[in-house]
T-cell receptor
Framework: GAGVSQSPSNKVTEKGKDVELRCDPI?????LYWYRQSLGQGLEFLIY????????KSGLPSDRFSAERTGGSVSTLTIQRTQQEDSAVYLC???????????????FGAGSRLTVL | SQKIEQNSEALNIQEGKTATLTCNYT??????LQWYRQDPGRGPVFLLL?????KEKRKERLKVTFDTTLKQSLFHITASQPADSATYLC??????????FGKGTKLSVIP
């Protein structure tokens, strides 16, 4: 597609429920990132996928968080047993895995705003 | 631990003036630095990239400097316009895939 698509744009859920957030990256981009942005905070790295390599999950805050990327394209971020502190905007970004000097420029989606009541 | 500081949470400036935003970092040796713009309800949008061996980069009314001795980048918007009002994020990369973002500075250009 022309850009990175994320759905849903807004999600309100009750504490303890599971949620799934979807990201459809730019076609041909091999790298995919998930970030979390809480009010007044910077972007917090969650997870990174690159091609068929094992993902870097080092940013996932707890084992309630997981993500997968099927067929090297669409990714789903799942949060189990949601807590109020999970409320944030979840941003997905994709990249063509850097230029010759290794610099990655990210294209972000509009984000999924999660509110846990 | 790595730390990135953007000089202020908010900056107000008169239309037509030059806006200068600061990004300082500690405990980090970035290979490159990027600036992004974020509007409310939207994801960040890439503006400029500058590498460690570059002193300055320009794009239209935008200028970025990178001083690895001072561990600082300055982001300038000349002849600022109300449409430049947004949050500006700096991000540092060290050659791997990870980018570490600052919290951002919210710029308001007053007509």
């Amino acid at each position: 597609g022309a850009g990175v698509s994320q759905s849903p744009s807004n999600k309100v859920t009750e504490k303890g429920k599971d949620v799934e957030l979807r990201c459809d990256p730019i076609s041909g981009h091999t790298a995919l990132y998930w970030y979390r942005q809480s009010l007044g905070q910077g972007l917090e790295f969650l997870i990174y996928f690159q091609g068929n390599s094992a993902p870097d999950k080092s940013g996932l805050p707890s084992d309630r968080f997981s993500a997968e990327r099927t067929g090297g394209s669409v990714s789903t971020l799942t949060i189990q047993r949601t807590q109020q502190e999970d409320s944030a905007v979840y941003l997905c970004a994709s990249s063509s895995f850097g230029d010759r000097a290794g610099a990655n420029v990210l294209t972000f989606g509009a984000g999924s705003r999660l509110t846990v009541l | 631990s790595q730390k990135i500081e953007q000089n202020s949470e908010a900056l107000n400036i008169q239309e037509g003036k030059t806006a200068t935003l600061t990004c300082n970092y500690t405990n980090y040796s970035p290979a490159y630095l990027q600036w992004y713009r974020q509007d409310p309800g939207r994801g960040p949008v890439f503006l400029l990239l500058i590498r460690e061996n570059e002193k300055e980069k320009r794009k239209e009314r935008l200028k970025v400097t990178f001083d690895t001795t001072l561990k600082q980048s300055l982001f300038h918007i000349t002849a600022s316009q109300p449409a430049d009002s947004a949050t500006y994020l700096c991000a540092l990369g060290a050659g791997s895939y990870q980018l570490t973002f600052g919290k951002g500075t919210k710029l308001s250009v007053i007509p």
